[in-house]
């Protein structure tokens, strides 16, 4: 498509004055006006002429195959011309659950040479969204005439959850028994109930732990070293209602709630615990029997890379009644969830502590930094009074259904995204110590 550009419109602008002229002057002066006019319309088609034409531009996409959410990648686009062409601005129109990209000029240096722009792809939630089209807009070299093309890519890119935090703690803890959570470190040897080893008595060890028959034996005082008992099992329940697809700093809280749950699973392998996986909203959507081994990581990070967003209100009475049922031993369940207030959160309540009953389980939610800040918001206008005074409520009913389940004997957790995986694996690491599972 080829169409004037502003510089073109301007100098025809400028004709008006030369065609008042036989009006105003000498009616002869209209070949004045018309020898103007043929000049302009020759040099905008000229300059039309010398713009490579559309189909002499070629364009190819290099994109990743998989993305993580919230993580930047890159694509790359490159174009090329038969000749040199400046200025030719790019414009790619992405799928929505893509950021949109503003648009890039870039010099093309001709001969068949490419020239390259560099496209940031970030994802705001999982699935296949696409790279749909590109857009070519350049001009000739009298800056006149403007030419558009329009390229199909249709390149799809697989969004997956991101394994950012789990791949951080494997490459700093492979080989070590220690792990961290913030600067916190956890030994899961010296607590729990399984034998470890023998070691000689130094102050400060619990007397306790001596084992007398031992010390007689080899003559010299030695205690009784104990680890956390392995072996536990433990099931990531993740809520795939509606109320988990609000983005919270713009990523789903499902997506906030699947890499937390996936470098939960990966400490809990690491550690030799068993881990399952079930998704759930109005009914039941995944579930995968605990297993254990790090070889097992794979096949919860494909399966929680396939836990679709729901438009559907969360049965929590089907959900939570059949998670009950699957479950053949006590076991650690982790269930990641929202709510809006006390009156929607009765069933959910109501359905956890009936689970309690059987199964030691963790409440986890999502806190918003934006509604504790509207609430503690200094107000400047009547409007922001109200906004303030909702927020405050808001929260305060979130803490009381909060300090409900804790009477119930549910552990809670309720973070900001930005803490939630770190203050996840604390709580489950205290629990190993503590032994709560058994």
């Given at each position: 498509m080829i169409s004037p550009t502003p510089r073109a419109v301007a100098l025809a602008a400028a004709l008006f004055p030369i065609a008042l002229l036989p009006a105003l002057v000498h009616p002869r002066l209209v070949g004045v006006w018309i020898v103007a006019a043929a000049l302009v319309a020759l040099a905008i088609g000229l300059d039309a002429l010398l713009s490579p034409a559309a189909a002499r531009l070629s364009v190819a996409l290099e994109a990743p195959e998989s993305v993580a959410v919230g993580e930047p990648a890159v694509a790359s686009l490159s174009v090329r011309a038969p000749r040199p062409?400046?200025?030719?601005?790019?414009?790619?129109?992405?799928?929505?659950?893509?950021?949109?990209?503003?648009?890039?000029?870039?010099?093309l240096p001709g001969a068949g040479a490419a020239g390259r722009v560099e496209l940031p792809l970030v994802a705001r939630r999982r699935g296949r969204p696409t790279l749909d089209e590109a857009w070519l807009r350049w001009t000739g070299p009298l800056g006149l005439a403007r030419r558009v093309k329009r390229v199909r890519l249709d390149r799809p890119v697989a969004v997956v959850p991101s394994l950012r935090a789990v791949r951080a703690a494997a490459l700093r803890f492979q080989g070590s028994r220690e792990l961290t959570a913030g600067v916190q470190v956890e030994r899961f040897v010296g607590d729990g109930s399984e034998f470890d080893a023998l070691v000689e008595y130094v102050p400060g060890l619990d007397p306790r732990a001596i084992s007398w028959k031992a010390s007689a034996r080899h003559r010299r005082l030695l205690c009784q070293e104990f680890r956390a008992e392995r072996n536990h099992q433990v099931v990531l329940a993740l809520d795939t209602g509606h109320l988990m697809a609000e983005p919270l700093g713009g990523v789903p809280r499902l997506d906030h709630a699947v890499t937390s749950a996936l470098l939960l699973a990966w400490v809990s392998l690491r550690l030799g615990d068993r881990v399952g996986l079930y998704g759930f909203d109005r009914a039941a959507r995944v579930w995968a029997e605990p297993q254990g081994g790090l070889g097992a990581f794979p096949r919860l990070k494909a399966l929680s890379a396939g836990l679709d967003y729901s438009t559907d209100e969360t049965n929590f009475t089907l959900g939570l009644t059949e998670l009950s049922a699957r479950l053949r031993r006590r076991s650690l369940v982790v269930v990641f969830t929202e709510f809006v207030d006390t009156v929607a959160a009765e069933l959910m309540v109501e359905n956890l502590t009936r689970l309690a009953r059987r199964q030691l389980v963790l409440f986890v939610a999502l806190r918003d930094p934006a509604l504790d800040g509207a609430a503690l918001a200094r107000p400047r206008r009547l409007g922001d009074v109200y906004r303030s005074v909702v927020a405050?409520?808001?929260?305060?009913?979130?803490?009381?259904?909060?300090?409900?389940?804790?009477?119930?004997?549910?552990?809670?957790?309720?973070?900001?995204?930005?803490?939630?995986?770190?203050?996840?694996?604390?709580?489950?690491?205290?629990?190993?110590?503590?032994?709560?599972?058994?």
């Open positions: 062409v400046r200025g030719v601005e790019v414009l790619v129109d992405l799928h929505a659950d893509l950021a949109p990209q503003p648009p890039r000029t870039l010099d405050a409520d808001l929260v305060r009913e979130r803490e009381h259904v909060l300090a409900r389940l804790r009477r119930q004997g549910v552990l809670c957790l309720d973070a900001a995204p930005g803490q939630l995986s770190s203050q996840l694996v604390n709580r489950y690491l205290d629990v190993k110590r503590r032994e709560l599972i058994s």
